[in-house]
C-alpha cells in the first residue's frame, strides 16, 4: 500500500510525489466530511479551548480519529508561513499518535536560496533529492496549465463555471486529491464540459471576488442563489500555481500565502482589475492573526484606486448553511453593487 503523507496546509507537493508517498490535505478531508462541526466538538472535549482557530481543532480531529488517522505515515505541519498553531499541534499529534512528524518553515520574507534550503531539509527527510523534485514539478505543469483554462474561463465565460466549481479544482490541487493523474483526466473532462456550456452561457449576474483562506460555509451555493458569482478565488488560486517558473523554488517563492499581507494583495489587486469584479468579498476565520489583514486589503484597495464595494464575513465553525445574521448582510451587500 502506498505511503500517505498528511500536511496541515499547502507544502512543496513535488518533493512528496517523488518520495513516492500520497499526499493528502488535511483541511479537505475535515471540511468534506460528514460532520466537520463534530471534528470540531472532539477537539473541544479532548482540551481545546473554544477560542481557538476552527481548523486547528478539525486538524487535530483528523490526525486523532481512528476512522481517518489509520493510514498516515508523515505528518507535516507548516508553522512559519501559516499558523503558529501548527508548532504546538505536530507535538501534540507526535505525542498521542506516534506518527512521524516533519515541520516546514516557508523563510518569513521571500528568498529563493532559503526556500531552496528547505525544500532540500524536505526531500532529505522524505527520502528523495532536488533532482527528483524537479522532475515532477516538470510532470505537473501541463496540468497546472489545465488549472489556469479552468481559473480563467471563470471569468472569461462567466456562467459556464460556478464559483463553487472553479473553488472545488483549485483547492484540491494543494494534494491532486491524492493521485495527480486521475485528477488530471477529471480535469479533462470538465474542460471538454466548459466547451459544450459555451453554447448556451448568458450570465448577467454580479462578478464577486473572494479573497481570504477557503471558506469553511457554503458561501459559493448562497450566492450562486442571488443571482451572483465568483469568478476569482484567491487563495485556491495561489494553491494551483499556475504560473510559468523555471524552477521549483521560484515557483515556492511566488507562491503568496505565505509571505507579507502587502505581498499578496498587491498580486491579488491585479485580478481584481483583470477580471472586472462587481463587488469583493474577505473571508476572514475567527481567532486568526489574518484577521488583522483586512485592514491591509482596505488600505491597498484605497491605495490602488479600487472603489469597489468589499464585504469582510467572519466565521467561526462549520455550519451546513448560512444563518439568517450572514444572509441579511451578504443581500445587502449585493443589492449595493
Same mark, same amino acid.
Request: proline share 4%.
Given at each position: 500500500?502506498?505511503?500517505?503523507?498528511?500536511?496541515?496546509?499547502?507544502?512543496?507537493?513535488? *518533493?512528496?510525489?517523488?518520495?513516492?508517498? %500520497?499526499?493528502?490535505?488535511?483541511?479537505?478531508?475535515?471540511?468534506?466530511?460528514?460532520?466537520?462541526?463534530?471534528?470540531?466538538?472532539?477537539?473541544?472535549?479532548?482540551? =481545546?479551548?473554544?477560542?481557538?482557530?476552527?481548523?486547528?481543532?478539525?486538524?487535530?480531529?483528523?490526525?486523532?480519529?481512528?476512522? =481517518?488517522?489509520?493510514?498516515?505515515?508523515?505528518?507535516?505541519?507548516?508553522?512559519? @508561513?501559516?499558523?503558529? +498553531?501548527?508548532?504546538? &499541534?505536530?507535538?501534540?499529534?507526535?505525542?498521542?499518535?506516534?506518527?512521524?512528524? #516533519? *515541520?516546514? $518553515? #516557508?523563510?518569513?520574507? %521571500?528568498?529563493?536560496?532559503?526556500?531552496?534550503?528547505?525544500?532540500?531539509?524536505?526531500?532529505?527527510?522524505?527520502?528523495?533529492?532536488?533532482?527528483?523534485?524537479?522532475?515532477?514539478? %516538470?510532470?505537473?505543469? @501541463?496540468?497546472?496549465?489545465?488549472?489556469?483554462?479552468?481559473?480563467?474561463?471563470?471569468?472569461?465565460?462567466?456562467?459556464?463555471?460556478?464559483?463553487?466549481?472553479?473553488?472545488?479544482?483549485?483547492?484540491?490541487?494543494?494534494?491532486?486529491?491524492? +493521485?495527480?493523474?486521475?485528477?488530471?483526466?477529471?480535469?479533462?473532462?470538465?474542460? $471538454?464540459?466548459?466547451?459544450?456550456?459555451?453554447?448556451?452561457?448568458?450570465?448577467?449576474?454580479?462578478?464577486? @471576488?473572494?479573497? @481570504?483562506?477557503?471558506?469553511?460555509?457554503?458561501?459559493?451555493?448562497?450566492?450562486?442563489?442571488?443571482?451572483?458569482?465568483?469568478?476569482?478565488?484567491?487563495?485556491?488560486? /495561489?494553491?494551483?500555481?499556475?504560473?510559468?517558473?523555471?524552477?521549483?523554488?521560484?515557483?515556492?517563492?511566488?507562491?503568496?500565502?505565505?509571505?507579507?499581507?502587502? #505581498?499578496?494583495?498587491?498580486?491579488?489587486?491585479?485580478?481584481?482589475?483583470?477580471? +472586472?469584479?462587481?463587488?469583493?468579498?474577505?473571508?476572514?476565520?475567527?481567532?486568526?492573526?489574518?484577521? &488583522?489583514?483586512?485592514?491591509? &486589503? %482596505?488600505?491597498? &484597495?484605497?491605495?490602488?484606486?479600487?472603489?469597489?464595494?468589499?464585504?469582510?464575513?467572519?466565521?467561526?465553525?462549520?455550519?451546513?448553511?448560512?444563518?439568517?445574521?450572514?444572509?441579511?448582510?451578504? /443581500?445587502?451587500?449585493?443589492?449595493?453593487?
Amino acid at each position: 500500500m502506498q505511503k500517505i503523507a498528511a500536511f496541515t496546509t499547502t507544502v512543496p507537493v513535488e *518533493v512528496i510525489l517523488a518520495s513516492g508517498y %500520497r499526499p493528502l490535505d488535511l483541511n479537505n478531508i475535515f471540511v468534506t466530511s460528514e460532520n466537520p462541526a463534530g471534528l470540531v466538538e472532539k477537539a473541544e472535549f479532548s482540551g =481545546f479551548a473554544g477560542s481557538s482557530c476552527a481548523w486547528i481543532k478539525g486538524l487535530y480531529s483528523v490526525l486523532t480519529s481512528a476512522e =481517518f488517522n489509520k493510514n498516515f505515515d508523515v505528518f507535516i505541519a507548516v508553522t512559519e @508561513g501559516d499558523c503558529s +498553531n501548527a508548532k504546538v &499541534l505536530e507535538q501534540i499529534v507526535a505525542m498521542e499518535t506516534g506518527i512521524k512528524t #516533519f *515541520v516546514f $518553515n #516557508f523563510p518569513y520574507k %521571500r528568498d529563493i536560496e532559503k526556500i531552496r534550503n528547505e525544500i532540500n531539509r524536505f526531500a532529505e527527510f522524505m527520502g528523495t533529492d532536488y533532482a527528483s523534485c524537479e522532475k515532477v514539478r %516538470r510532470q505537473l505543469a @501541463g496540468l497546472r496549465r489545465k488549472l489556469k483554462t479552468i481559473d480563467e474561463s471563470s471569468y472569461l465565460f462567466p456562467g459556464c463555471v460556478t464559483g463553487e466549481e472553479n473553488h472545488l479544482f483549485l483547492v484540491s490541487s494543494s494534494d491532486f486529491c491524492g +493521485n495527480p493523474d486521475e485528477y488530471e483526466k477529471k480535469a479533462d473532462d470538465f474542460i $471538454n464540459e466548459i466547451e459544450q456550456r459555451k453554447r448556451f452561457a448568458d450570465f448577467s449576474g454580479k462578478r464577486i @471576488g473572494y479573497l @481570504g483562506v477557503p471558506p469553511i460555509v457554503p458561501i459559493y451555493r448562497f450566492l450562486e442563489s442571488r443571482n451572483a458569482t465568483v469568478v476569482y478565488n484567491e487563495i485556491q488560486r /495561489e494553491f494551483a500555481m499556475i504560473g510559468e517558473y523555471s524552477s521549483i523554488e521560484e515557483q515556492y517563492t511566488n507562491y503568496t500565502y505565505p509571505y507579507s499581507a502587502v #505581498f499578496r494583495f498587491e498580486k491579488a489587486i491585479s485580478e481584481i482589475k483583470r477580471r +472586472n469584479l462587481d463587488g469583493i468579498i474577505h473571508y476572514v476565520q475567527s481567532f486568526c492573526h489574518r484577521q &488583522l489583514e483586512d485592514i491591509i &486589503l %482596505r488600505k491597498l &484597495l484605497e491605495k490602488h484606486g479600487l472603489n469597489i464595494p468589499l464585504l469582510t464575513l467572519e466565521f467561526d465553525k462549520p455550519v451546513s448553511k448560512i444563518d439568517a445574521r450572514v444572509a441579511t448582510r451578504i /443581500e445587502a451587500f449585493l443589492e449595493t453593487i
